[in-house]
């Protein structure tokens, strides 16, 4: 089904690419456009690395499944401010984690496809009925693909780490802390 899912999805995306070559995109990106944005994220090619205070040199490696929401404005041409929230399942040998997460972006368009964004994120979660909050920072770079006028599909990678935070209450005084890559997909509308 995975092998299905990413032939169609290159398929589709090396079709859009070919088409939406030829259109312009930059009038979506003037001053004052404004975007909405819904993505899946860590679509299999994802390693979520996760280790603790008290056992640094053993880390868990987990996959996860997340959804985003955003919207975003264009502040100067090529260059975009955006607002995210998230909620993240993620299931380790029968360890649930579950997060939630708050976050603004900084977006910039290199050229009518390719772009790269820089974020900070507020992250609040559970590990089993354990609590954890912490900031996030994150990088991404992905393409901007127009499937139909003021619609884009949007893959992306992204790299995020935990920068603050990450204490476990209740658990005295064990930290966590996290690195992660992901493959995310996302469908943009702007108007």
Known sequence: ????????????????????????????????????????SSLGVNTLKVSFSDAPNDPMKMTRFGLTASAGKVVAPNMM???LV??????????????????AQGRYYFNKMVYGAAGLGLIGGKIGDEKSNMLDGLLSIGLSVELLPKLMLEPSVAFSAKLAGGNIADSGGVS???????????FSYFF
């Open 81 to 83: 401010v955006i607002a």
């Open 1 to 40: 089904m995975k092998k299905l899912f990413f032939t169609l999805l290159l398929l589709s995306l090396l079709s859009s690419v070919a088409w939406s070559q030829s259109k312009p995109f930059a009038p979506y990106l003037k001053k004052g456009s404004k975007m909405v944005n819904l993505q899946l």
């Open 176 to 186: 966590l802390s996290y690195t992660q890559f992901t493959l995310n997909l996302g």
């Open 86 to 103: 998230g909620f993240n399942s993620i299931d380790n040998d029968g360890m649930a984690i579950t997060q939630y997460n708050l976050a």
